[in-house]
């Protein structure tokens, strides 16, 4: 039989030959494969397409950057926006922060790559499964549509990261072809959606529902279906529907690339694909994720195990199993007054522009909760902002305590904040969430000499003063390395479709589905009377600017941490507001993304730590607003045009 060598376009673009890709084959110790071997063997076969998983990134829980070392692919996405920031300086956000990205960065070069070869194995998957004696119709039937929903997803994530793409085609390129058959331009915007989302709906027909038990992480009918939606959600927003900043950004041969009027009538095309998804799905399969306690609905716990990638649960959409032992040290503070089950490298901190945006337990803004008391920035506050002369424990279960009694090492401002804050933040004086410990419960000080501040962990005491904690394991979770990255789930699905209910004029059905949200985190509800919950529910204004405002700040906050903050504001095109709206950025904070990112004064002992003070000034141009496309790339192709203001490597 004909030996059969097929490679994609990109996989050609990162090794001449096969072999030169070490990682197209899983390593089998001893045994050269080729794909004739291969595709005629059912587990060498399944072996392969199980390697095409491999590509799909750890966005939940992956912030720590791996360059392809192992299968923890992380990202920029939480340290490259104002949710937070890595005090190491090996981090390659700082490099995007700080303005010092090209076109020639090899992060910005990775994910293309890395992407590519995905497609690209997807694709020779497709092409040869066929192939295989071993296996039966049924299963070359749902393995082929398996391999083309990946195909589909890698688009997806290369269209947001970079935008329109080269779409390469359902044929491997011959690894035999001239270069002059491989050159290809890149797609318009609506060409690249078009694609990918008939792609998820073909693979859709020949997937079961939803996988489960042993087969949990494969991807099935639901996550097409809900990836559709989500795409669609893209090509709905600004940023790629109707944005003339980018006007100039064209093929050679002219072709706009995006389109430079606004369609309406998109986002009722990503209304219907989220409609189809609920009714199809939800809640049949999928559904919000509370827990009890006591026999109490526990919203605290009940947002930190859909959140945290240690439980499986009827919210998750989309999974990929890892090991995240670094993150967990990332995020677990230094204690140095402990024994090392609950010591790490805080290295991964959260500034003081995103610690505002959580709401009070009214479910409120700081801005409109009258018993909050702030005392702006560069001030050193007065005894009357900090302290608390009563342990601090969860309202709902009283035995969960939140900081103790003390006199200096806690703000006021850190009582009677919605549970999600204490989910996601580890700030000064808090008791750390994994209690049961041979010290008991331990309190976390970030304070210059305190047990986990910058005297004694160094870098690995987070530079604002707060850590991320969301992740983090708790007692139950202690002797757990395995964790599941969720990269979607329902509640990011109900807030998706809020917008495009706002978008299309039905705000009242928008703010529905915000309130589901809401209700798990444990907040009032939007609206009038009293929600179930009990709470008397919060007034809105009926118009679509200020329902998008409700619905963009439940969504920054909802899916904080989880690889959205990032290409929400820039789809949303306010990435580079100049002075904040007090909604998507608070009202102090000026350029967006970019300018003055804030945090605690991580170099003093209280009161001076209490110091809101800027920490790190980011730089945010238009052309942030979606990644160059790699200079490699553009020399090699003449047909291949960069991005908005982006420039070869050598104009730098």
Not at 115 to 132: L, P, R, W
Not at 217 to 244: E, V
Not at 541 to 568: G, M, Y
Request: net charge negative; charged share 20%.
């Amino acid at each position: 039989m004909k030996k059969i060598v097929k490679l994609g376009l990109t996989a050609l673009s990162a090794c001449a030959v096969l072999t030169a890709c070490s990682d197209f084959f899983e390593t089998i110790p001893g045994v050269q494969l080729d794909l004739e071997d291969t595709f005629t063997n059912r587990s060498k076969t399944q072996q392969f397409l199980y390697n095409v998983y491999t590509y799909i990134p750890d966005d939940h829980t992956g912030e720590r950057f791996y360059s392809g070392t192992s299968d923890r692919y992380g990202g920029i996405w939480g340290g490259g926006s104002i949710e937070g920031n890595w005090s190491w300086d090996w981090h390659d956000s700082h490099k995007w922060n700080l303005g010092e990205t090209s076109s020639g960065s090899d992060y910005v070069t990775f994910w293309w790559e890395h992407y590519y070869q995905g497609i690209s194995k997807a694709s020779t998957f497709i092409q040869n499964v066929d192939m295989n004696p071993e296996l039966t119709d049924a299963e070359k039937i749902t393995w082929k549509a398996e391999a083309r929903a990946l195909r589909a997803l890698y688009y997806f994530y290369i269209f947001r990261q970079y935008g329109p793409c080269v779409l390469v085609g359902e044929e491997p390129v011959p690894l035999v072809s001239d270069a002059s058959e491989i050159l290809m331009p890149r797609s318009p915007v609506d060409s690249c959606i078009n694609y990918i989302v008939s792609e998820f709906d073909l693979a859709a027909e020949d997937l079961p529902n939803v996988y489960s038990g042993g087969n949990l992480g494969l991807i099935d009918r639901g996550q097409c279906k809900a990836y559709k939606a989500k795409i669609l959600l893209y090509a709905a927003s600004p940023l790629f529907n109707g944005n003339t900043l980018f006007s100039s950004v064209v093929n050679t041969d002219g072709t706009p690339l995006f389109p430079q009027t606004e369609d309406q009538s998109k986002w009722e095309r990503a209304k219907v694909a989220y409609e189809e998804f609920f009714n199809e799905f939800v809640p049949t399969y999928y559904d919000l994720h509370y827990v009890t306690t006591n026999g109490v609905f526990d919203p605290y716990e009940s947002y930190r195990q859909v959140s945290s990638g240690y439980y499986i649960n009827s919210e998750n959409i989309s999974v990929k199993g890892v090991d995240h032992s670094d993150l967990n040290y990332a995020v677990t503070p230094y204690h140095n007054h402990v024994s090392t089950d609950i010591r790490g490298g805080l290295g991964f901190a959260v500034s003081q522009e995103f610690v505002d945006m959580f709401f009070t337990d009214k479910g409120l803004r700081i801005d409109d909760d009258p018993d909050y008391k702030d005392y702006g920035l560069n001030t050193t506050p007065d005894a009357s902002f900090y302290g608390s002369a009563l342990d601090y424990n969860d309202p709902v279960v009283p035995s969960r305590n939140y900081f103790k009694a003390n006199t200096n090492y806690t703000l006021k401002q850190w009582e009677n904040r919605e549970p999600r804050f204490y989910v996601c933040v580890t700030y000064n004086g808090s008791t750390w969430i994994h209690t049961e410990t041979t010290a008991g419960e331990v309190t976390t000080l970030l304070h210059y000499n305190g047990n986990s501040g910058n005297a004694a962990a160094g870098h690995d005491a987070p530079y604002t003063g707060y850590g991320w904690r969301k992740t983090a394991r708790s007692s139950a979770e202690q002797n757990q390395s395995r964790h599941f990255s969720c990269n979607l789930r329902l509640a990011d699905m109900y807030l998706g479709y809020a917008e495009t209910l706002s978008a299309t004029g039905n705000y009242t059905g928008a703010m529905e589905y915000v309130n589901k949200v809401r209700a798990r985190a444990g907040i009032p509800e939007y609206g009038t009377g009293t929600d179930d919950n009990g709470f008397a529910r919060i007034s809105y204004p009926s118009n679509r600017d200020d329902v998008d405002k409700r619905i963009r700040r439940e969504r920054l906050i909802e899916l904080a941490q989880e690889a959205n903050h990032f290409f929400d504001v820039r789809r949303w095109m306010v990435a580079d507001m100049a002075v904040g709206d007090g909604w998507i950025y608070p009202t102090y904070k000026q350029g967006g993304e970019g300018g003055d990112l804030h945090g605690l004064d991580y170099r003093y002992d209280p009161p001076q730590f209490f110091q809101k003070v800027a920490f790190q000034t980011r730089v945010f141009e238009s052309r942030h607003y979606l990644m160059p496309i790699p200079d490699a790339e553009i020399r090699r192709n003449p047909l291949m045009v960069q991005n908005y203001d982006w420039k070869a490597e050598y104009e730098q």
